[in-house]
């Protein structure tokens, strides 16, 4: 029989505070979500400003001190309209779908009649029926509840960003006093580029792959003639950033509502086939030749953490649920301690796989500053 595999007693205490230490903080991060939130979505935000910022300065001729200005102005601003298009904008779906009731009526009947032949089953409900049976009043709560959550979060994520903003200033005194020893502040630094360039890095490739299929979606949109083409469009823009979720819902939603405007199936199945081929082409063509190795992350992974953050902080966790997995798997990744679980997290077994990340650490007898001798 062979020998078990042994394995030291450091190793298996540090793992099991590792596991601890995980376990304790995805409770405080579950029973905080309401503070976290708001805050996670400010840090997000603050990251993106930091990040238009420095591409303002160093593409455009705007002197920094007002490319930081421009780059808060364009995020804040851009934040804002993006929440105000989802809320007026749904509203103003619902106020015409509601109005449209008696008309939709006979269309969802006819639907609903030839789904049941098609399958030979005869009595088919009426939509009039379907609608008796749900708890219509229940769901316009739970809407209610949610737009005025949308509200108040908003309000807190303004509130937020403004206090990191005005402490942004003494962050470099901070850094300094955290790591008095300039190596070790400059491997921290590192750290902190690190991650901000993997969740920039992931805010780019979603930004353009997310106009590409915008633009190709609304020309298919509108050759069709579906209706509220611009509010879907952007729809599909906005959930391109929750990794699964997204795709379902840009290539199923329009062709849904294009099946009760049109009284033929074809123009559905067109959207649906056109939408499923457009999210096929980005996503296997050109997001792999713009991620890089910045998003090496297992596809396990970013379902595993859009599963553990939406149910801790809703649909703010699933859009930053990608942008997490990437700042832990950059953070781990440079501690020895923690680098197995970064190669778990990673796709490919080696995240950030390069010639910094694969140099040793430097020692004491290299870290020491240049004495008389050396110079000489």
Same mark, same amino acid.
């Given at each position: 029989?062979?020998?078990? %595999?042994?394995?030291?007693? +450091? ?16 409770? &405080? ?5 309401? %503070? ?6 400010? %840090? ?10 420095? +591409? ?11 490319? $930081? ?10 934040? !804002? ?50 609608? &008796? ?42 850094? *300094? ?9 400059? #491997?921290?630094?590192? /750290? ?7 969740? #920039? ?14 633009? &190709? ?7 069709? $003639?579906?209706?509220?083409? #611009?509010?879907?469009?952007? /729809? ?11 795709? &379902?819902?840009?290539?199923?939603? @329009? ?32 997001? @792999? ?13 970013? !379902? ?7 149910? *801790? ?18 953070? !781990? ?12 997290? +990673? $796709? ?6 390069? #010639? ?19 110079? +000489?």
């Amino acid at each position: 029989m062979k020998a078990p %595999i042994t394995v030291p007693t +450091s190793t298996v205490a540090r793992n099991a505070l590792v596991a601890i230490a995980v376990v304790a903080t995805g409770a &405080a991060v579950y029973w905080l979500s309401d %503070i976290l939130t708001p805050l996670a979505m400010a %840090i997000f935000l603050l990251i993106m400003i930091d990040g238009v910022k420095r +591409s303002l300065a160093t593409r455009t001729p705007v002197p920094e001190r007002w490319a $930081g200005v421009a780059a808060l102005l364009l995020v804040t601003v851009g934040f !804002l309209i993006a929440v105000a298009i989802i809320f007026y904008g749904a509203r103003g779906f619902f106020v015409q779908t509601t109005d449209d009731a008696v008309l939709l009526g006979p269309r969802l009947d006819q639907i609903l009649s030839d789904a049941y032949a098609l399958f030979n089953v005869d009595a088919a409900p009426t939509a009039t029926e379907l609608l &008796a049976r749900a708890d219509i009043p229940s769901y316009l709560s739970i809407v209610a509840r949610q737009a005025q959550g949308v509200v108040t979060g908003t309000i807190f994520v303004m509130i937020y960003l403004g206090f990191l903003l005005a402490s942004q200033n003494g962050f470099r005194r901070k850094l *300094v006093g955290m790591f008095p020893d300039r190596t070790a502040r400059g #491997e921290a630094l590192e /750290v902190f580029q690190r991650v901000r360039g993997g969740v #920039e890095g992931y805010l780019w490739v979603q930004t353009v792959t997310g106009a590409m299929i915008c633009a &190709a979606a609304w020309l298919l949109m509108r050759a069709v $003639g579906l209706q509220n083409a #611009e509010f879907w469009t952007f /729809v599909i823009f906005i959930v391109g950033f929750i990794p699964v979720l997204g795709g &379902a819902v840009a290539g199923l939603a @329009p062709p849904l509502f294009a099946l009760v405007q049109f009284e033929s199936y074809w123009p559905a199945l067109i959207l649906l086939g056109g939408l499923q081929v457009i999210l096929f082409v980005s996503g296997n063509f050109i997001q @792999p030749r713009m991620q890089g190795d910045n998003q090496n992350i297992d596809p396990v992974v970013v !379902l595993l953490a859009l599963a553990f953050w939406g149910k *801790v902080w809703g649909v703010v966790g699933m859009f930053l649920s990608t942008p997490l997995a990437v700042m832990a798997m950059a953070i !781990l990744a440079e501690f020895k301690g923690s680098r197995w679980m970064a190669i778990l997290l +990673s $796709g490919d077994g080696e995240p950030y796989a390069d #010639e910094e990340a694969e140099r040793p650490a430097p020692t004491a007898s290299t870290r020491r500053r240049p004495g008389p001798k050396d110079a +000489s």
